[in-house]
C-alpha cells in the first residue's frame, strides 16, 4: 500500500475564541478612533499633529498585530501587550487634543484587561491608565488642578472594578455550567449504556415485549415480538429458489396473512379487532396470562400466553403499559399430550374393573361360605372405590382450568364414622412401616357430606400422610365441630414441603421437591381432586408444611345444607 493510500489523521481541533475576542476588542477600539479622528479633522479642531499621528500609528499597528498573530498558539499573557499598547497610543491622542475628552477612550482597555485577564488585569488597567495621568498632571502642575484628572480616574477605576467583578461572576457560572454539563454528559452516557443493555437483554429474550406510552404510541418493542406474532410460513430449505413463482410468492404471502388470525384459548372462537390484546392496552385493560391462538384450524398455529400490565408514573397517573408475549405452542402440546395420555389409560382400566365388578356379583349371588362371601365383598367395595377414582382421574384429565363438577349426594353424615374406616382401611399399611396413627382429636362431628366423596378425601389424606412420612412417624388424626362447619385435621410428620412450592401444591399432576426425590411415586392428582370435592361441599380444603418438620392438611366443611332463599 503506497503513502497516498494511507488513511490521513484528524487534524487537531484548535480553539479560536481567543483569536476571535482580542480582534473584536482591537478592532472596536480601532474604529472608534478613526471615527473621532473623523470628527476632529471635519471639526477643525487644534491637534499637535505629531502625538495624535503617533497615537493612531500605534492603533493600527496593534489591530494589525491582532491578526497576524495566531493567539491560539501563543501565550496567554502576550495578548495583554495589545491593550497597553492601546493605552500609551490613547495617551498620545489625549495630549494631541488636551480639549477632545479623548481619554474617555481608556475605557476600552480598562473593561478589556480586566474581563480576559482578571485580578493581574485589573491591576495593569488601574497602573497604566493612572500613571499617565499622574505623568501628565506633573507636567501641567503649574496650570492649575483640572476636575478631569480626579473624575477620570474614578471613572476608570469604577468601569475597571465592576468589569472584573462581572468576569469573575461570570466565570464562576461558567465553571458551575460547566461542571453541570459534564454530570449531564456522564447522566446521559450512563442512560445511554443501561438503555443498550437493556435493549440487549430484550433482544436476547424468547418473549415479545412492547413498551405502550401514555399516548397509546408505541416507544419500545424488542426483536423476538416481530418473531412470535407470525408464523413462518417459508418454502422448504431444500426447494429452488428459481422455481418459486409469483404465485407460490402471493400463496405464502395469503399464509402468512392467515396466520396473523388470533382465536381465544380454546382454539376456535376468533377474535374480533377490538378483542386482541394492544387494542385492550390501549383502551386501559390489563390481561394476566391470557392464551391465544395464531393460525386457522388445520394449518400450522402458535399459542401465545400474553400479559398486559398498567405503568405508573411518579404521581400516580396512568403511564401506557406493557405487553409480554411468550410462546406457549410446545407446553400446551405437552399438556394436551399428557392429557390424552392419562384419559386414555384411565379408559382402559375401567374396562377390566367392570368386568371385574360384574364377575363378583355373579358370585355373589351364589351360596357362599361367609368368610368368602365377606371377602367378596370387601374386593367389591374397592374395586367401586377404585372405579370411582378412575372417573375422577378422567374428569381431572380434561383440558379446561378445572374439573368437571363431579355428582354429589349429599346427607348428614357423621364425619368421625367416615374418619374411623379410612384408619381401619390405612392400619396395615402404616403397620408395616412402624408408622403411629393418633386418633385421641376424633370426635363425633355430624357434616352435611357426600360420604363416598369425603371416604375418598380422608383416604388422599391418610394415603398420602403415610406414604410421605418416615419409618416410625406419626399421624395425627381428629374431627370436630363448631355448631357451623365440621373440621378434619390431617398432620404428619413426614419430609415436608417447601415454602416456594406450597402455592402449587394442588395443582394438577404437580410433585413437590421433596416429595420427588423420596422413592414414593404418586400421580399428583390426590390433592387436586380432594380440595375440588371439598370445594364442591362449600367448604375449603388448606395446608401449612415445613422442609423436614410435616405437613399440616386442614379441611372445613358445613353442617348445615345451604339455604335457599325464599322471595
Same mark, same amino acid.
Given at each position: 500500500?503506497?503513502?497516498?493510500?494511507?488513511p490521513?489523521?484528524?487534524?487537531?481541533?484548535?480553539d479560536?475564541?481567543w483569536?476571535?475576542?482580542?480582534?473584536?476588542?482591537q478592532?472596536?477600539?480601532?474604529?472608534?478612533?478613526?471615527?473621532?479622528?473623523?470628527?476632529?479633522?471635519?471639526t477643525?479642531?487644534?491637534?499637535?499633529f505629531?502625538?495624535?499621528?503617533?497615537?493612531?500609528?500605534?492603533?493600527?499597528?496593534?489591530s494589525?498585530?491582532s491578526?497576524?498573530?495566531?493567539?491560539?498558539?501563543?501565550p496567554?499573557?502576550?495578548?495583554?501587550?495589545?491593550?497597553l499598547?492601546?493605552?500609551?497610543?490613547?495617551?498620545?491622542l489625549?495630549?494631541?487634543?488636551?480639549?477632545?475628552?479623548?481619554?474617555?477612550?481608556?475605557?476600552?482597555?480598562?473593561?478589556?484587561?480586566?474581563?480576559?485577564?482578571?485580578?493581574?488585569?485589573?491591576?495593569?488597567?488601574?497602573?497604566?491608565?493612572?500613571?499617565?495621568?499622574?505623568?501628565?498632571?506633573?507636567?501641567?502642575?503649574?496650570?492649575?488642578?483640572?476636575?478631569?484628572?480626579?473624575?477620570?480616574?474614578l471613572?476608570?477605576?469604577?468601569?475597571?472594578?465592576?468589569?472584573?467583578?462581572?468576569?469573575?461572576?461570570?466565570?464562576?457560572?461558567?465553571?458551575?455550567?460547566h461542571?453541570?454539563?459534564?454530570?449531564?454528559?456522564?447522566?446521559?452516557?450512563r442512560?445511554?449504556?443501561?438503555?443498550?443493555?437493556?435493549?440487549?437483554?430484550?433482544?436476547?429474550v424468547?418473549f415479545?415485549?412492547?413498551?405502550?406510552?401514555?399516548?397509546?404510541?408505541?416507544s419500545?418493542?424488542?426483536?423476538a415480538?416481530?418473531?412470535?406474532?407470525?408464523?413462518?410460513?417459508?418454502?422448504?430449505?431444500?426447494?429452488?429458489?428459481?422455481?418459486?413463482?409469483? %404465485?407460490a410468492?402471493? =400463496? /405464502? +404471502?395469503?399464509?402468512? #396473512?392467515? @396466520?396473523? &388470525?388470533?382465536? *381465544?384459548? $380454546?382454539? !376456535?372462537?376468533?377474535?374480533?379487532?377490538?378483542?386482541?390484546p394492544?387494542?385492550?392496552?390501549?383502551?386501559?385493560?390489563?390481561?394476566?396470562?391470557?392464551?391465544?391462538?395464531?393460525?386457522?384450524?388445520?394449518?400450522?398455529?402458535?399459542a401465545?400466553?400474553?400479559?398486559?400490565?398498567?405503568?405508573?408514573?411518579?404521581?400516580?397517573?396512568?403511564?401506557? %403499559?406493557?405487553?409480554? =408475549? /411468550? +410462546?406457549?405452542?410446545? #407446553?400446551? @402440546?405437552? &399438556?394436551r399430550? *399428557?392429557e $390424552?395420555? !392419562?384419559?386414555?389409560?384411565?379408559?382402559?382400566?375401567?374396562?377390566?374393573?367392570?368386568?371385574?365388578?360384574?364377575?363378583?356379583?355373579?358370585?355373589?349371588?351364589?351360596?357362599?361360605?361367609?368368610s368368602?362371601?365377606?371377602?367378596?365383598?370387601?374386593?367389591?367395595?374397592?374395586?367401586?372405590?377404585?372405579?370411582?377414582?378412575?372417573?375422577?382421574?378422567l %374428569?381431572?384429565?380434561? =383440558?379446561?382450568?378445572?374439573?368437571? #363438577?363431579?355428582?354429589?349426594?349429599?346427607?348428614d353424615? $357423621?364425619?368421625?364414622?367416615i374418619?374411623?374406616a379410612?384408619?381401619?382401611?390405612?392400619?396395615p399399611?402404616?403397620?408395616?412401616r412402624?408408622?403411629?396413627?393418633?386418633?385421641?382429636?376424633?370426635?363425633?362431628?355430624?357434616?352435611y357430606?357426600?360420604?363416598?366423596?369425603?371416604?375418598?378425601?380422608?383416604d388422599?389424606?391418610v394415603?398420602?400422610?403415610i406414604?410421605?412420612?418416615r419409618?416410625?412417624?406419626t399421624i395425627?388424626i381428629?374431627?370436630?365441630?363448631?355448631?357451623?362447619?365440621?373440621?378434619?385435621?390431617?398432620?404428619?410428620?413426614?419430609?415436608?414441603?417447601?415454602?416456594?412450592?406450597?402455592?402449587?401444591l394442588?395443582?394438577?399432576?404437580?410433585r413437590?421437591?421433596?416429595?420427588?426425590?423420596?422413592?414414593?411415586?404418586?400421580?399428583?392428582?390426590?390433592?387436586s381432586?380432594?380440595?375440588?370435592?371439598?370445594?364442591?361441599?362449600?367448604g375449603?380444603?388448606?395446608v401449612t408444611?415445613?422442609?423436614?418438620?410435616?405437613?399440616?392438611?386442614?379441611?372445613?366443611?358445613?353442617?348445615?345444607?345451604?339455604?335457599?332463599?325464599?322471595?
Amino acid at each position: 500500500m503506497d503513502a497516498t493510500a494511507r488513511p490521513q489523521r484528524d487534524a487537531p481541533i484548535v480553539d479560536r475564541t481567543w483569536e476571535r475576542v482580542t480582534a473584536l476588542n482591537q478592532f472596536t477600539l480601532g474604529g472608534i478612533v478613526v471615527v473621532v479622528c473623523t470628527v476632529l479633522i471635519i471639526t477643525d479642531t487644534a491637534t499637535n499633529f505629531d502625538l495624535f499621528l503617533a497615537g493612531v500609528i500605534l492603533i493600527f499597528i496593534a489591530s494589525g498585530v491582532s491578526l497576524m498573530v495566531p493567539w491560539a498558539r501563543v501565550p496567554l499573557i502576550w495578548s495583554a501587550f495589545l491593550p497597553l499598547l492601546d493605552i500609551v497610543a490613547i495617551a498620545f491622542l489625549r495630549e494631541s487634543a488636551p480639549d477632545a475628552s479623548l481619554g474617555l477612550l481608556w475605557l476600552l482597555p480598562a473593561i478589556w484587561l480586566p474581563s480576559q485577564f482578571g485580578f493581574r488585569g485589573l491591576i495593569a488597567s488601574l497602573t497604566g491608565s493612572a500613571g499617565l495621568l499622574l505623568a501628565e498632571g506633573i507636567a501641567r502642575s503649574g496650570e492649575g488642578l483640572d476636575v478631569m484628572f480626579v473624575l477620570l480616574p474614578l471613572l476608570l477605576a469604577a468601569v475597571a472594578t465592576t468589569t472584573y467583578t462581572t468576569a469573575r461572576r461570570a466565570g464562576a457560572q461558567r465553571l458551575l455550567l460547566h461542571k453541570q454539563s459534564r454530570m449531564l454528559e456522564g447522566a446521559l452516557a450512563r442512560a445511554r449504556r443501561q438503555e443498550t443493555t437493556v435493549t440487549q437483554v430484550l433482544d436476547s429474550v424468547d418473549f415479545g415485549v412492547i413498551r405502550i406510552n401514555a399516548t397509546g404510541e408505541i416507544s419500545m418493542m424488542n426483536e423476538a415480538h416481530g418473531r412470535l406474532q407470525i408464523l413462518d410460513v417459508l418454502a422448504p430449505p431444500d426447494a429452488d429458489a428459481d422455481a418459486v413463482s409469483m %404465485a407460490a410468492a402471493e =400463496s /405464502r +404471502d395469503s399464509a402468512l #396473512e392467515t @396466520s396473523r &388470525i388470533a382465536y *381465544r384459548e $380454546d382454539g !376456535v372462537t376468533r377474535l374480533t379487532p377490538e378483542e386482541r390484546p394492544f387494542p385492550r392496552a390501549l383502551n386501559g385493560e390489563e390481561v394476566d396470562g391470557e392464551v391465544l391462538w395464531f393460525g386457522m384450524p388445520g394449518t400450522p398455529r402458535r399459542a401465545l400466553s400474553v400479559t398486559v400490565r398498567r405503568l405508573r408514573d411518579a404521581d400516580g397517573n396512568d403511564d401506557g %403499559a406493557v405487553l409480554v =408475549s /411468550r +410462546d406457549v405452542t410446545a #407446553e400446551l @402440546s405437552a &399438556i394436551r399430550s *399428557r392429557e $390424552d395420555l !392419562v384419559a386414555s389409560v384411565s379408559h382402559e382400566l375401567r374396562t377390566p374393573l367392570t368386568s371385574i365388578l360384574g364377575y363378583i356379583e355373579l358370585v355373589l349371588d351364589d351360596d357362599l361360605p361367609a368368610s368368602s362371601r365377606r371377602g367378596l365383598e370387601i374386593a367389591g367395595r374397592n374395586a367401586n372405590r377404585l372405579l370411582a377414582i378412575v372417573a375422577d382421574i378422567l %374428569a381431572a384429565s380434561t =383440558s379446561g382450568g378445572a374439573m368437571i #363438577e363431579l355428582a354429589l349426594e349429599p346427607d348428614d353424615t $357423621d364425619l368421625a364414622a367416615i374418619v374411623w374406616a379410612s384408619v381401619e382401611a390405612f392400619a396395615p399399611r402404616a403397620a408395616e412401616r412402624q408408622i403411629t396413627i393418633d386418633t385421641v382429636g376424633i370426635e363425633s362431628a355430624t357434616a352435611y357430606v357426600d360420604a363416598a366423596r369425603l371416604r375418598q378425601v380422608v383416604d388422599n389424606l391418610v394415603s398420602n400422610a403415610i406414604k410421605y412420612n418416615r419409618d416410625g412417624g406419626t399421624i395425627e388424626i381428629g374431627c370436630t365441630s363448631d355448631g357451623r362447619n365440621a373440621w378434619l385435621i390431617v398432620r404428619d410428620t413426614g419430609v415436608g414441603i417447601s415454602e416456594e412450592e406450597l402455592p402449587r401444591l394442588f395443582e394438577r399432576f404437580f410433585r413437590a421437591e421433596s416429595v420427588r426425590n423420596t422413592s414414593t411415586h404418586g400421580s399428583g392428582l390426590g390433592l387436586s381432586i380432594s380440595r375440588e370435592i371439598v370445594r364442591l361441599h362449600r367448604g375449603d380444603l388448606t395446608v401449612t408444611s415445613a422442609v423436614g418438620e410435616g405437613t399440616t392438611l386442614v379441611a372445613r366443611l358445613p353442617v348445615h345444607p345451604r339455604r335457599k332463599d325464599t322471595k
